[in-house]
């Protein structure tokens, strides 16, 4: 029998300047945690990785006192990871940083766009180190931060210390309302469980629902049933009705929202399938994030259909509970998004 070699999960990393990367990717290099990661740099000198906890180097990789690897990217991404997961020794994981004022989207998209890294390795989740005492501040004046947020699946709110404590919910329902698919960790000096972050499946939709069954299930959505709903400035919902969203330093005027659809009606499971493909053409670059649990009429099954950008994949899960109420529910994050618009196209998707 031959033994089918799991494909290696991937973390993507990312922050604004100052956000707590550097202090988080030494904890990794050099924490006695038994695995061996693969950390991705962009440039090693910009990163600062302790010299001391070196041991061996070559032109892009260097081996850690702990085991671990760290390299560099001073070429094509899709090389070094190549370079990678030909060493002898299989990694536990691969940690990729990305540069203060990046967008991490094309990072994510090479792990589903080249077919020899998708075979080897698979995204894991993309985790967004948040600056607590300056987040605000930064959400006015670097779209870049705004970016970060919104595509994260777990948010580090780093420096909590540095500020109030009546302030953190504040933050945190600002981040929320960027980014209602996020977890939230409160950290200091970066200090988080790597098990927490690394390898955790947070951009595994279907992972995340065997876990969580009502992930895409808001409790203010379900007793409103709107079915079609944004979070922010007029919102009604429970949440953006808190102290802390009538405090002005925690609002946050942007282009990005988010867009939660739902029906207990059953879809058309090729008009739905059509619609979403349709916009991923029209309106790709301006949706984020997009993960949606499906039941089709006919299909006693779960479909998940999730996607960055214009990248679109689909999975059948198990058989909806006996008994269990069907949904179906679309969560999208993106700019300049039309709700109602989005409403009525989805609704005209149900079986007639």
């Known amino acids: 029998m031959t033994n089918i070699t799991p494909p290696i999960p991937v973390t993507v990393l990312t922050g604004y300047l100052g956000a707590g990367k550097t202090t988080l990717l030494n904890r990794i290099l050099s924490e006695k945690h038994g695995k061996k990661y693969a950390v991705i740099v962009n440039e090693f000198g910009e990163v600062g990785i302790d010299n001391d906890l070196i041991i061996e180097a070559d032109e892009e990789i260097y081996e850690m006192s702990n085991g671990c690897v760290c390299c560099t990217i001073r070429g094509d991404l899709i090389r070094v990871i190549g370079g990678l997961v030909r060493r002898s020794g299989r990694f536990d ?30 995204l894991d989740s993309v985790i967004t180190l948040v600056d607590a005492y300056h987040v605000c501040e930064q959400l006015k004046n ?3 931060v705004e970016q970060q947020i919104a595509f994260a699946d777990c948010l580090v709110l780093n420096k909590i210390d540095l500020v109030e404590a009546a302030d953190i919910e504040g933050i945190k329902h600002l981040l929320h309302t960027l980014n209602p698919f996020a977890r939230i960790l409160a950290a200091e000096r970066s200090e988080v469980k790597l098990e927490d972050i690394l390898g955790f499946g947070g951009f595994d939709l279907n992972k995340i629902l065997e876990l969580t069954p009502d992930f895409l ?3 203010e ?11 922010g400035d007029g919102c009604g919902c429970a949440s953006c009705s808190s102290a802390a969203h009538e405090n002005p330093r925690f609002r946050h005027d942007t282009a990005i929202s988010s867009v939660s659809l739902t029906t207990e009606k059953p879809l058309d499971g090729d008009k739905i399938q059509n619609w979403i493909s349709e916009l991923s053409a029209t309106k790709g670059p301006d949706l984020l994030r997009y993960k949606g649990i499906f039941s089709f009429d006919g299909e006693d099954k779960r479909i998940v259909i999730q996607g960055v950008h214009m990248m679109i994949e689909g999975t059948v ?36």
């Open 217 to 219: 299930t808001a409790e």
């Open 317 to 352: 899960l198990a058989p909806w509970p006996e008994g269990a109420q069907r949904y179906s529910r679309l969560v999208l994050i993106g700019r300049n998004l039309d709700p109602q618009r989005l409403r009525v196209e989805f609704l005209a998707c149900v079986k007639r």
């Open 142 to 144: 670097s779209p870049e």
């Open 221 to 231: 959505e379900e007793a409103a049933a709107s079915e079609g709903h944004v979070h």
């Open 93 to 122: 994981g691969i940690l990729v940083e990305t540069t203060g004022l990046a967008d991490p989207a094309p990072v994510a998209q090479t792990f589903f766009t080249d077919r020899d890294i998708a075979a080897k390795t698979k």
